[in-house]
């Protein structure tokens, strides 16, 4: 049968199973779009190509499937490589297509033309450049492949205009022909059967164990093998941010999140254990603080299905590479025939820190604006069950992994490697699109909001009604807190306004329910309003305390011993760690 490229691109799309395309035509990508019109596909117009990347990176958190964008080449392209890179970061599966100019036009500077290739060779897990009209189903296949199996990534085709217009014999590749294609790529699954041992031994013998939970439990399907591990062995579990849902915050074993801005129980109980489970995380410098100081007691456990990831940051004793979700189970099963230790003493310890240190914002007295940490808990206990929560980047971002109560996997959607400012709007809209049976509540800040604020024209557009809460500091709120506590309250280039732009007015004009809120008491009136509207996209701008700072923190480049918590708890931040 013979098909334009085009049509075999697309179709090759079909048979992968996609469901949504994200992107905005141009010049190089145009005859992909021609037989869009005669497909099952879905395609959501974009406002912007960082939306489109961003906004499959959203698809891809809540379904586990690769998001795909489709875009045309030069500043398309080159406006992906943000989404790219964030998703390189997040380990999320994702297939970008970008148009390129024609073959003969390659290296001559052509209009609209650059090296997408060269350019996103560092952010992407594998990309390529289609030369040969026929390779377009087996490389499409590929790309799904490597985008979806051992670490999950994003994957980029490029595709010159005159492969898309060329004649193709098509033929769909088989799954062995693909992995002939394919042949250094094997990733390891099972873990090693002596690791496996050794690893069990080590729990035998630990009193002061916790887990170390990381994204890739999230990405390997894994929640239920943690949990299954942690009761067996009655273990704490930390949850980094990117694993917030894998294991229940409900749950009695579950101390929340670690890290800069993570509680206190959680960082410190990873500092005093003597055995840490890392499983499927990479000691990000977020997590660790000061490397040399981080856990100084603990033997390592790390379990990854990416080689490279063991012994980067810190040695493991015990390393164990292969998927999650396997080594997990095959963890459980050698438990069954060591003695486990009694870790009543252990959890007796932890019960004093929780009640010690809870996480603490002062209530605010007349006169204050709104305090960003009751936002969220009103938000958290107004949300119907099984909503989904995308944030931002920075103090709101903080606040809403600190506040919400996960209690179920793929409910989180955050930039957590990269830190893109303005994910979270295409971000949300993605994962809306995803799961379109689930709430979706976006949390931003007044900064981020306004990067990709133009995706709620999409959403309008193409009814994904999701709803966002602007936590409106009229400040950088996160480098705010910096320069106050690190630069001598010198504010240089961080005040925004809290009145430009007008968010109502902004909202209406994108074809959202717009609200402002200002005091206490309009707080749960307005969130309930905004929970029952559900035929277009709703913002609520809630004006907040600029002064409110995110605690407890661990300032960069300290230990994690340095904790600094709420001024009410411990005057001066000092050294809390008993």
């Known amino acids: 049968m013979k098909l334009t490229g085009a049509q075999a691109l697309i179709k090759s799309l079909e048979m992968e199973h996609v469901e949504v395309i994200f992107g905005l035509p141009g010049g190089c990508i145009l005859p992909a779009y021609d037989p869009i019109l005669d497909s099952p596909i879905r395609h959501i117009l974009v406002r912007h190509e960082q939306g489109a990347g961003h906004m499959a990176e959203g698809y891809a958190h809540v379904t586990g499937r690769p998001g795909v964008a489709l875009v045309t080449s030069g500043p398309a392209a080159t406006n992906l490589v943000t989404p790219l890179c964030d998703a390189y970061m997040d380990s999320v599966p994702m297939v970008a297509i970008t148009g390129q100019v024609s073959r003969p036009v390659i290296g001559t500077d052509g209009f609209q033309e650059c090296d997408t290739v060269g350019i996103t060779r560092s952010v992407t897990k594998h990309n390529e450049l289609i030369m040969v009209p026929d390779e377009i189903p087996l490389l499409v296949r590929q790309a799904f492949r490597l985008a979806t199996t051992g670490r999950p990534g994003p994957v980029l085709l490029d595709v010159p205009k005159d ?5 193709v014999e098509w033929s769909w590749p088989t799954d062995d022909e693909v992995a002939e294609s394919l042949p250094g790529y094997k990733p390891t699954l099972k873990g090693h059967p002596r690791m496996i041992k050794e690893a069990a031994r080590l729990i035998s013998e630990a009193t002061r164990p916790v887990i170390y939970a990381g994204g890739g439990i999230l990405k390997a399907r894994a929640a239920d093998a943690l949990r299954e591990l942690a009761e067996r062995t009655n273990t704490p579990v930390v949850t980094t941010l990117m694993a917030r849902g894998a294991f229940p915050d409900d749950h009695p074993l579950c101390l929340g999140m670690p890290g800069m801005h993570g509680n206190y129980t959680a960082i410190t109980a990873m500092q005093k254990s003597d055995l840490l489970i890392a499983l499927g995380t990479r000691f990000d410098d977020r997590v660790t603080g000061k490397v040399g100081s981080f856990a100084p007691d603990a033997k390592i456990i790390h379990v990854d299905i990416d080689p490279a990831e063991l012994g980067k940051i810190r040695r493991p004793d015990v390393p164990i590479v292969g998927d999650c979700r396997q080594v997990i189970s095959e963890l459980t099963i050698a438990l069954q025939s060591v003695e486990l ?135 950088l709120g996160m480098v705010r807190q910096w320069q106050e506590m690190f630069y001598e309250e010198r504010y240089s280039e961080v005040y925004l306004s809290p009145d430009l732009p007008d968010y109502v007015k902004w909202a209406e004009a994108m074809g959202c329910a717009g609200f402002r809120v200002e005091s206490p008491e309009e707080v749960e009136p307005i969130i309930a309003k905004a929970n029952a509207i559900d035929d277009r996209p709703v913002v609520i701008d809630f004006r907040t305390d600029a002064r409110e700072k995110v605690f407890p923190m661990v300032p960069a480049g300290a230990s994690n011993d340095d904790v600094v918590v709420h001024p009410s708890q411990k005057p001066g931040g000092e050294r809390l760690v008993q």
């Not at 492969?163 to 004649?167: E, M, Y």
């Not at 310890?349 to 603490?360: A, M, N, T, V």
């Not at 989904?388 to 971002?397: D, R, Y």
Request: charged share 20%.
């Open 163 to 167: 492969v898309l217009q060329a004649q």
């Open 341 to 475: 230790p009694d870790l009543t003493e252990w959890k007796s310890r932890i019960s004093g820190w929780q009640e010690r240190f809870p996480l603490h914002y002062d209530q605010p007295a007349e006169g204050d604006g709104l305090k960003p940490q009751y936002v969220m808990e009103v938000l958290r206990d107004s949300a119907p069950e099984g909503t989904i929560l995308a944030s931002g980047v920075g103090q709101h971002q903080m606040w809403a992994s600190q506040y919400w109560r996960f209690t179920e996997p793929y409910t989180w959607v955050n930039s957590g490697g990269l830190g893109t400012m303005g994910f979270c709007i295409p971000a949300a809209i993605g994962a809306k699109v995803g799961r379109p049976d689930r709430t979706v509540w976006a949390v931003d800040g007044d900064g981020c909001f306004q990067m990709t604020a133009q995706e709620l024209v999409t959403a309008s557009s193409e009814r994904i009604p999701i709803k966002v809460a602007i936590l409106n500091n009229a400040y």
